[in-house]
Structures are given as structure tokens and as C-alpha cells.
């Protein structure tokens, strides 16, 4: 899914939404290379949705860093939001686990029980 492409001003430096993106991706590789370097049934063998799960929370982190407006699945609707700079401080880490819960849910509508595969049901490691 690619998040919502909204650009603003930070200071004199240009916000890219993109950031978030490649952050959530980039949280994608650390869980493969630690799958990689464990194998089946090590800690890094996780199910897809609890990889979702933590490169979304990335995402949402790098946003809320960054000072962008929202950040969520592209095209989706407002209850899929991870980060929304209007929210209050109080409700952040609920309304992030909200939004994520959202898209787990979409996900798992979508894809059914693929998502609870882990990476050694989806890929076959070879050493």
C-alpha cells in the first residue's frame, strides 16, 4: 500500500510523505534479514501481520517526526489514519493502534489466512 502523498513545509526544507514510505519498506528489510540470518521457527520468523504491524508503526513515527499532516494507506479512508497531526497528545498511541488494527483488518479481509503466514511458510530459506 502506498501512503497518502501530502507535502508541506519544514521550516525552508520540504516535507516528502515519501519518507514515511521508506521507512515503513526499510522496517520490511530488517525483519527479512533477521528471518535471514535466524531461519524457520527463530524470532524473526513472524507472521505477515505482525510485520505489517511494525513497518506501519514505523511509518506512522517517521510521520509524526516529520510533522506531516496524516499518514495512511493510500486511497483508504480516515479510519485507517497511523498518524494525524491534529490529534491530542493523549490520544496518539491509541488512535495510531486503531488506525493499524484498521488496516490489519482490511488486510486480512482481503488476504485471508495468508496473512498470518510467517516468513518461512511464504519463502522456503535456503542456508
Not at 31 to 57: C, F, K, P, Y
Not at 64 to 88: F, H
Request: glycine fraction near 12%; aromatic fraction near 8%; charge should be neutral.
Amino acid at each position: 500500500m502506498r501512503a497518502n502523498q501530502t507535502r508541506k513545509k519544514m521550516g525552508k526544507r520540504p516535507v516528502c510523505p515519501q519518507v514515511s514510505t521508506v521507512g515503513h519498506e526499510g522496517d520490511h528489510i530488517v525483519q527479512a534479514n533477521a528471518w535471514l540470518d535466524g531461519g524457520e521457527g527463530s524470532v524473526g520468523d513472524i507472521s505477515h501481520s505482525l510485520r505489517e504491524e511494525g513497518a506501519w508503526t514505523t511509518g506512522a513515527y517517521i510521520a509524526q517526526a516529520l510533522g506531516m499532516k496524516t499518514y495512511q494507506p493510500y486511497g483508504s479512508e480516515s479510519d485507517q489514519q497511523v498518524w494525524n497531526k491534529g490529534w491530542a497528545a493523549a490520544d496518539i498511541a491509541t488512535k495510531m493502534a486503531a488506525g493499524i488494527k484498521n488496516i490489519l483488518n482490511y488486510m486480512t479481509n482481503r488476504y485471508g489466512s495468508a496473512m498470518e503466514k510467517t516468513f518461512s511458510e511464504e519463502h522456503h530459506h535456503q542456508d
